[in-house]
């Protein structure tokens, strides 16, 4: 690559001299050089040309000299490097000169060796600045996209449709329109997940966004705004009865089934629309009204497309209050816990217990973890949240193995969500515990579901790190994902815990009977312990026994039971005295 500089000296024979001295690299094509004879000339030919790399000037010139020249360097290219060539060495000149952005200063008469080690040590210099430059332009350029662009699709994200929102709402309200959102989302995409694979499930949404753009809905902008979810923005909407004419554009050109690698997938699409002019004052409380019309679609059925309404509001009200009070419940301490027995299904013996949590709201009285748990992991709380239940659950199982030193192979199982599993803060945490409460990491078994361990490559990493603390890793309701078998043999698991959805109708439908079996032998090839979860019924129990199943837990044992009770029970039984039925504290 040629370096080129721009040589400034008033002295003629200057010219002849550079390109006598470096011939050789003029005629490599490494140098090329230009020249001007003062500040004037040289600043013209540094604005009509951006590409040099460097210049020679000397200080005393007519019309500009060269310490002013310094001075409008960076505004033409910060990265420019500038080297005086100057019979006036004194000090007040050098410091002017370096003050003003000289790379050095050489005085003349010059050592011509002086000069080819500073020509290449600056060209060097910048090159390496222009190399971090673009560097860098390049970086703030992935940012900002990352920042405000869908990888997978390409189209605008949440937060450029709110930042687009926000400095067009003002001119829109003042012009008399109106502005609408159309929140969609598709049905079937987790099935699509779940069932063909991460790949796949993006393709669709590839198609999605592909069929929205084409589908001319004179749409303001169209952004993906969730996993599964996109907003449509609509400007110069004068009625409800225009969106839903883009709802059903939308619904009619979603219908024809995506072709994803051969396999045919039909899959619809709920919306919510929500008009400004519902008591808005933010671009969010729009999007959030609309989400709270497309949750109200979903209810309804595939394919409905709903417009908000003030009953909807008062709903979406009462979920931010929910998330308000699941705040506060964390910092006042409103959650205890729950301990459901695992027993073994060979010998009826306790071998431990799962730790659940449990929300006493101080008006609606118990709120159900199907409630709050979704809204914990929608706004991050589930990492607090599961840090005090692991924290809570720890402490009690230390109490207990001292209080009844017979069971000091007592374990305890911790449901970790796949935010907490990620957290930088798990790890320093869990030894602590462990440390603190002088517990054997193999006493504890954390639970995590197969779709967090599925869908992370980054889990191996973070599941060997738990390994060497000796602590069990469970995958919890297995058989419900998209398992990758040959992925799964290569994680450090100990236990599949069977879903209760396949459980509970072992005895009339003998599908699901074969599936248990199906997944017992998964286990039992893998050399994984089994234990089965929503165990009611005394039938059930003897199928699981002769399917091979190492353990289970549910009602036909014991409902989840609060600390007093679960003392009670480990004090009512020895570990080694063999129950099969309820005698114990209920």
């Known amino acids: 690559m040629t370096s080129k ?69 960076p505004a033409i290219d910060p990265t420019l490097k500038a080297v005086v060539i100057s019979a006036y060495g004194d000090m007040p000149n050098i410091r002017t000169a370096m003050n003003r952005g000289a790379f050095d200063f050489l005085t003349k008469p010059i050592d011509f060796d002086d000069l080819k080690i500073t020509i290449n040590k600056t060209l060097e210099f910048v090159r390496f600045a222009r190399e971090k430059e673009q560097q860098l332009v390049t970086a703030n350029r992935q940012i900002h996209y990352q920042a405000f662009y869908d ?36 049905n079937r995409y987790q099935i ?107 209810v309804r059925g ?31 301490q409103q959650f205890y816990l729950n301990y459901q027995p695992i027993v073994s299904c060979a010998t009826g013996q306790l071998i431990g217990f799962e730790a659940l949590a449990r929300w006493r709201h101080p008006s609606r009285g118990l709120v159900s973890p199907s409630e709050f748990i979704p809204v914990a992991e929608r706004t991050g709380l589930i990492v607090a949240l599961g840090e005090w239940v692991l924290s809570e659950a720890v402490a009690c199982l230390s109490k207990w193995h001292l209080q009844f030193p017979d069971y000091l192979s007592l374990n305890m199982s911790v449901n970790l969500s796949g935010i907490q599993l990620f957290s930088p803060n798990l790890l320093p945490l ?70 209760r959805s396949f459980v509970c109708c072992m005895e009339e439908m003998g599908k699901n009977l074969a599936l248990v079996g199906a997944i017992l032998n998964i286990a039992n090839s893998l050399e ?17 026994r002769s399917l091979g199943c190492n353990s289970y837990q549910g009602y036909f044992f014991s409902r989840p039971l609060d600390e007093e009770k679960a003392v009670a029970l480990l004090r009512a039984i020895s570990p080694d005295r063999v129950t099969f039925a309820s005698e114990h504290i209920t």
């Open 430 to 499: 869990l030894d602590s515990l462990l440390q603190g409460y002088n517990l054997r990491g193999e006493c504890l078994k954390l639970e995590i579901t197969e779709s967090v361990l599925m869908e992370n490559a980054e889990a191996a990493g973070v599941l060997k790190s738990l390994k060497n603390r000796r602590v069990k890793i469970c995958l919890d309701d297995f058989g419900t994902g998209y398992s990758n078998l040959s992925y799964l043999q290569l994680l450090p698991i100990d236990t599949l815990k069977i879903d």
């Open 192 to 298: 699509v997940k779940y069932s063909l694979g991460h790949a796949r499930a993006e393709q669709l949404l590839v198609e999605v966004a592909r069929r929205l753009e084409a589908g001319n809905l004179n749409a303001n902008l169209v952004a993906r705004v969730g996993e599964d979810a996109f907003a449509i923005w609509l400007i110069n909407i004068t009625n409800s009865q225009l969106a839903l004419d883009v709802a059903e554009s939308i619904r009619q050109a979603l219908e024809m089934p995506s072709n994803l690698n051969g396999t045919a997938v039909f899959s619809s699409v709920s919306i919510g629309i929500a008009l400004d002019g519902i008591g808005t004052k933010d671009p969010e409380d729009l999007l959030r009204a609309a989400d709270a019309a497309r949750y109200e679609a979903v």
């Open 5 to 73: 500089i721009l040589v400034i000296d008033d002295e003629p024979l200057l010219e002849y001299v550079i390109r006598q001295l470096f011939r050789h690299q003029i005629s490599a094509q490494e140098f090329e050089f230009d020249f001007a004879i003062n500040g004037v000339q040289a600043l013209d030919k540094l604005q009509a040309n951006s590409s040099f790399d460097l210049v020679l000037t000397d200080i005393s010139m007519p019309e500009m000299d060269g310490l002013t020249l310094l001075e409008k360097l």
């Open 528 to 544: 994984l312990e089994a234990i089965a979860e929503g165990v009611e019924t005394q039938e059930q129990l003897i199928m699981l």
């Open 302 to 332: 595939a394919g409905s497309a709903v417009v908000f309404n003030v009953d909807m509001q008062s709903r979406a009200l009462e979920q931010l209050q929910l998330e308000t009070d699941l705040q506060n419940a964390i910092n006042l």
């Open 151 to 186: 990888e997978i699709t390409g189209f605008p994200n949440r937060n450029f449709l709110l930042k687009q929102m926000r400095s067009g709402m003002n001119s829109i309200r003042e012009s008399g329109q109106l502005e609408a959102i159309l929140f969609l989302t598709i």
